[in-house]
Antibody, heavy 119, light 108 residues
């Protein structure tokens, strides 16, 4: 059974860079059929797509976040990562990692990591 | 950018049918996916590509999509269906994946 496990600091200071990693087990990030994505959810609010990456490193980013986002993949470790720069309190959210299918839906999700931006 | 509009809330009695809509400009030509999210949990895909169900999702969950509205239908609603539901599409014009604002389903 595929599992995704997100990890990273739960507290980030304003203006700094948020960094999270998602580790895939029970499968591989190297499959050509899938992309791997990050989605976030501010407390009490809805879902927002951040971006997605393929095993070969092809990326798609939400235009509203593109200037601050970098998503990378490490196939040797079956991991993919998110970096979000110049964070503010508005970036406080639960960050989910997920697998994106050929049909552009997310069929497997990690448990979510709460990241709070505060000094 | 493409906007998906969902009603904030839908209420239904147990055993009845819940219909949750997702409005978007000509959404009928897009592939729509639906997620169920319970408090403190990650979303779960319940319908993909307008009307298909992942394995393990009850047949009570069904979807349709035409014109400017996609609909998630939950038949014979149970207390355990109480959750937030989100629709999602890919907008090829902006290369952006879009979620609706979410609908809270309350089982009376």
């Amino acid at each position: 059974q595929l599992q995704l496990q997100g990890s990273g600091p739960g507290l980030v200071k304003p203006s700094e860079t948020l960094s999270l990693t998602c580790t895939v087990s029970g499968g591989s990030v190297s499959s050509s059929h899938y992309y791997w994505g990050w989605i976030r959810q501010p407390p009490g609010k809805g879902l927002e797509w951040i971006g997605s990456i393929s095993y070969s490193g092809s990326t798609y980013y939400n235009p509203s976040l593109k200037s601050r986002v970098t998503i990378s993949v490490d196939t040797s470790r079956d991991q993919f990562s998110l970096q979000l720069s110049s964070v503010t309190a508005a970036d406080t959210a639960v960050y989910f990692c997920a697998r994106r299918t050929d049909l552009l839906s997310f069929d497997y999700w990690g448990q979510g990591t709460l990241v709070t931006v505060s000094s | 950018s493409y906007v998906l509009t969902q009603p904030p809330s839908v209420s239904v009695a147990p055993g009845q049918t819940a219909r949750i809509t997702c409005g978007g400009n000509n959404i009928g030509i897009k592939s729509v996916h639906w997620y169920q999210q319970k408090p403190g949990q990650a979303p779960v895909l319940v319908v993909y590509d307008d009307r298909d169900r992942p394995s393990g999702i009850p047949e009570r969950f069904s979807g349709s999509n035409s014109g400017n509205t996609a609909t998630l239908t939950i038949s014979r609603v149970e207390a355990g269906d109480e959750a937030d539901y989100y629709c999602q599409v890919w907008d090829s014009s902006s290369d952006c994946l879009v979620f609706g604002g979410g609908t809270k389903l309350t089982v009376l």
